[in-house]
């Protein structure tokens, strides 16, 4: 009983194997479908900052173990080899320099800072909200990912030859960054066309295995036929076209993660909440402010500093809005205001924004407001959600105590959940006295102050390198270079270890004035800040953020404790290193100057600025290092002897494929009748010329494999029939032959299109002539 032929078995014009799928064309599918898989980080992650670590991640997995196979490694090897190279990579890409023996060889300290920024890392993912900035514990989280989803993939779909798993590992990854935000998405297709187009490639060119099932070696098979690319592409653009009739698409969901709107919600952690609002740097706007004078408008407080060092509240709970606002808290000294607020981009949004602190409003949709008096917060009831063009208006009281009079006041009568504080990093504490010791500030409201101008003397950036937890706001401190959420945060924190009560405010800086008394209030105005208590007074806004576009309102001195002029306005203005335009950011800030109140910076002070990685690896010279390793695989690749391996019958059926073109240029095309002994003696003119190829092509047609000595013995005899039966001719006749032998490949290709999966399981049951 014979052996059943493998796939490529059918004898036959037209019906030879195509030219086999390389391994690189392989690897490049699976990089494609890698892009693909992370193309929705950009959800999580503020700016594409992100994206160089992460695609250098991608093509440096890739690209070490097509190296490890090149050199004849097994899995193990390249499992050793992916975990050297993710070692590396973390160490230069994302760790201080200095830990590193001659600046590249990792040594026990860069094991110890590796260990402590993970920490980070997972910390930052328990109370950091998406979207965030890359900075170094998130990112080297997201590039462990990446890189041993990479290495899966790569295994599974060249190695095992198993693209299905392969695309099953991508869509993992893909899924990640889609689940642990609640950021609006726009157009799903966006994310996933991408990842199907690369799906398909990777299934197509991935599926070069024996038809019964038996795993190809890299190099084997065909290429995928043109009816699979036609099927695959053809269902990836109905899937998009045709999903609008899938029955409860785009329909509201039974379960709400939180609602939409820009983040104005209502969950256990506001901070999550309006998260995506305070990263915004879009120009959308958001509201229309008729007002005589500038005034923020605020979402909610967070008075509660939890273990975790998340400013937090216990939850948002409203009555019904009828007649005048019950009031937080009494504020005797006050500045009356009449306020309108017209929604532009606030369309399913829970939190109303509100001028602080409010005693009335009116509203055509006054029975869906409800006002919670604990923390001075107005929302809409119920399912109920604000929708572009509602308008209300607001009397408004502005707390506006003097100076001198806040100087008098005890704070230590306040609620002392006002000052509590979990167990703080030491320089934040070591910090906070030590300003207000050099300012020789006394009483609660210059120790603010104090802080205030301290944080304002610091550097404001868009890419900050951490948040506000603990470890965060111990690098924030240390660095000088963060941004609203951070200063705010640290502020209230500082503010706080001094016994004063402080709690911080979320919502919109004034915004860019259009009118007499018209303010036009966009995503990018999106801001924090903090508020303090005063007894008898009521809550104080203090502004800590150096804002480089100066859309904020700084009591002080001067402007009074409730100034009517934006910073950009006045001659005082706080110098800042970071770009004058906030949300055009060109570059990586400047490295600010030590203030003399700060604290020692410590070892990785060296890594401020902005920078996503801790080392300062440069990107360029990581660029060359992926170019170097690509093109290095190749040229090894090409200088690897062929004589100590196997090959794939593809690569010798693609040697009859080139045989029959040739005899079609010249006149002598194939019969269905010959077999390939025949037809090879009747293109070479000499049997025996043609020997070595009809035995390499016999061995193909029933062996998974052929011994690379055959194939270059099959080579050697292609080579010399071409060379007999060209040798002679003229140029002209040559290039008759060459366009005839294109147009029966043409031809060859089409026919192979039309008849599709059902003539190769047609071809595959009947074997080649004379099988039994």
């Known amino acids: 009983?014979?052996?059943?032929?493998?796939?490529?078995?059918?004898?036959?014009?037209?019906?030879?194997?195509?030219?086999?799928?390389?391994?690189?064309?392989?690897?490049?599918?699976?990089?494609?479908?890698?892009?693909?898989?992370?193309?929705?980080?950009?959800?999580?992650?503020?700016?594409?900052?992100?994206?160089?670590?992460?695609?250098?991640?991608?093509?440096?997995?890739?690209?070490?173990?097509?190296?490890?196979?090149?050199?004849?490694?097994?899995?193990?090897?390249?499992?050793?080899?992916?975990?050297?190279?993710?070692?590396?990579?973390?160490?230069?890409?994302?760790?201080?320099?200095?830990?590193?023996?001659?600046?590249?060889?990792?040594?026990?300290?860069?094991?110890?800072?590796?260990?402590?920024?993970?920490?980070?890392?997972?910390?930052?993912?328990?109370?950091?909200?998406?979207?965030?900035?890359?900075?170094?514990?998130?990112?080297?989280?997201?590039?462990?990912?990446?890189?041993?989803?990479?290495?899966?993939?790569?295994?599974?779909?060249?190695?095992?030859?198993?693209?299905?798993?392969?695309?099953?590992?991508?869509?993992?990854?893909?899924?990640?960054?889609?689940?642990?935000?609640?950021?609006?998405?726009?157009?799903?297709?966006?994310?996933?066309?991408?990842?199907?187009?690369?799906?398909?490639?990777?299934?197509?060119?991935?599926?070069?295995?024996?038809?019964?099932?038996?795993?190809?070696?890299?190099?084997?098979?065909?290429?995928?036929?043109?009816?699979?690319?036609?099927?695959?592409?053809?269902?990836?653009?109905?899937?998009?076209?045709?999903?609008?009739?899938?029955?409860?698409?785009?329909?509201?969901?039974?379960?709400?993660?939180?609602?939409?709107?820009?983040?104005?919600?209502?969950?256990?952690?506001?901070?999550?909440?309006?998260?995506?609002?305070?990263?915004?740097?879009?120009?959308?706007?958001?509201?229309?402010?008729?007002?005589?004078?500038?005034?923020?408008?605020?979402?909610?407080?967070?008075?509660?500093?939890?273990?975790?060092?998340?400013?937090?509240?216990?939850?948002?709970?409203?009555?019904?809005?009828?007649?005048?606002?019950?009031?937080?808290?009494?504020?005797?000294?006050?500045?009356?205001?009449?306020?309108?607020?017209?929604?532009?981009?606030?369309?399913?949004?829970?939190?109303?924004?509100?001028?602080?602190?409010?005693?009335?409003?009116?509203?055509?949709?006054?029975?869906?407001?409800?006002?919670?008096?604990?923390?001075?917060?107005?929302?809409?009831?119920?399912?109920?959600?604000?929708?572009?063009?509602?308008?209300?208006?607001?009397?408004?009281?502005?707390?506006?105590?003097?100076?001198e009079a806040l100087r008098e006041v005890d704070v230590s009568e306040a609620n002392p959940a006002l000052t509590r504080v979990p167990e703080l990093p030491e320089e934040v504490g070591a910090l906070a006295q030590r300003i207000v010791s050099e300012a020789g500030a006394d009483t609660a409201v210059d120790r603010a102050l104090a802080i205030q101008q301290e944080l304002r003397s610091w550097e404001y950036s868009l890419n900050p390198p951490a948040g506000h937890g603990s470890n965060a706001m111990r690098s924030f401190i240390q660095r000088r270079v963060g941004y609203c959420e951070q200063f705010a945060g640290t502020m209230a924190a500082m503010l706080r270890s001094l016994g004063i009560p402080a709690r911080v405010a979320v919502g919109f800086t004034p915004g860019e004035r259009v009118g007499d008394s018209e303010y036009i209030v966009r995503r990018a105005n999106a801001h924090a800040w903090v508020e303090v208590l005063f007894p008898d007074y009521g809550w104080v806004s203090f502004e800590p953020t150096p804002r480089s576009d100066g859309n904020v309102l700084t009591p002080g001195a001067e402007a009074g404790m409730a100034p009517t002029q934006l910073d950009s306005q006045l001659t005082r203005r706080p110098q800042s290193t970071a770009t004058p335009d906030f949300g055009q950011q060109q570059g990586p800030p400047q490295q600010p100057t030590p203030s003399p109140a700060a604290p020692d910076a410590g070892p990785d002070a060296e890594a401020a600025g902005g920078q996503p990685a801790g080392g300062g690896l440069p990107w360029t010279w990581l660029g060359v290092a992926v170019v170097g390793l690509a093109g290095g695989g190749l040229l090894w690749g090409r200088r690897q002897p062929r004589s100590a391996a196997i090959v794939a019958p593809g690569e010798v059926l693609a040697r009859v494929q080139r045989v029959e073109r040739l005899g079609a240029g010249l006149g002598r095309p194939r019969e269905a009748s010959e077999t390939d002994a025949e037809y090879l003696a009747a293109v070479a003119r000499d049997a025996q010329r043609a020997q070595p190829l009809v035995a390499a092509v016999e061995r193909a047609r029933w062996a998974p494999t052929v011994p690379a000595g055959a194939d270059e013995a099959a080579g050697e005899a292609e080579a010399a029939i071409r060379a007999h039966r060209l040798g002679g001719l003229g140029r002209v006749t040559r290039a008759m032959v060459a366009v005839r032998s294109w147009g029966y490949g043409a031809r060859c290709w089409v026919k192979r299109a039309r008849a599709g999966e059902g003539r190769r399981a047609a071809t595959l049951t009947a074997g080649p002539p004379g099988a039994r």
């Not at 969901?253 to 909440?273: F, H, I, K, R």
């Open 1 to 403: 009983m014979t052996a059943r032929p493998t796939a490529e078995s059918t004898a036959g014009p037209c019906t030879a194997a195509g030219r086999p799928v390389s391994e690189w064309l392989l690897v490049g599918a699976c990089a494609a479908l890698m892009a693909a898989a992370v193309l929705p980080f950009a959800r999580v992650f503020v700016g594409v900052e992100f994206a160089r670590p992460v695609a250098a991640a991608i093509l440096l997995s890739l690209g070490g173990q097509s190296l490890a196979r090149r050199a004849g490694g097994g899995p193990l090897t390249g499992l050793l080899v992916g975990i050297v190279a993710w070692s590396m990579f973390v160490a230069l890409a994302f760790l201080p320099a200095s830990t590193l023996y001659g600046g590249f060889v990792p040594t026990s300290e860069t094991l110890r800072a590796g260990a402590e920024l993970f920490a980070d890392g997972v910390e930052l993912v328990r109370t950091r909200p998406a979207p965030t900035f890359p900075v170094p514990g998130l990112m080297v989280l997201t590039v462990t990912g990446v890189w041993w989803v990479a290495h899966a993939v790569d295994v599974l779909a060249v190695r095992l030859r198993s693209p299905l798993h392969a695309v099953a590992a991508a869509l993992v990854l893909w899924t990640v960054p889609l689940a642990v935000t609640t950021t609006p998405g726009g157009q799903a297709w966006r994310w996933a066309v991408p990842l199907l187009i690369a799906a398909v490639a990777v299934l197509l060119l991935g599926s070069d295995t024996a038809r019964m099932g038996r795993a190809r070696r890299v190099g084997g098979g065909s290429v995928a036929p043109a009816f699979g690319w036609v099927t695959g592409l053809g269902a990836v653009v109905a899937g998009v076209l045709l999903v609008g009739l899938v029955p409860g698409f785009g329909e509201r969901a039974l379960v709400q993660p939180g609602g939409s709107g820009g983040g104005l919600t209502t969950t256990d952690n506001p901070m999550v909440d309006i998260r995506s609002n305070l990263v915004d740097q879009s120009r959308i706007p958001v509201a229309r402010v008729s007002s005589p004078e500038p005034v923020y408008l605020r979402l909610t407080s967070l008075e509660r500093f939890d273990a975790g060092q998340r400013w937090t509240n216990d939850g948002i709970r409203g009555d019904p809005v009828s007649g005048p606002l019950p009031a937080e808290a009494q504020q005797p000294l006050s500045r009356s205001l009449n306020v309108e607020v017209e929604a532009l981009g606030l369309s399913g949004a829970v939190l109303v924004p509100a001028p602080y602190q409010p005693r009335a409003i009116s509203s055509p949709r006054l029975e869906d407001l409800r006002w919670d008096s604990d923390l001075a917060t107005l929302t809409m009831t119920g399912d109920e959600r604000l929708a572009n063009g509602d308008s209300y208006e607001l009397a408004v009281e502005v707390p506006n105590p003097p100076l």
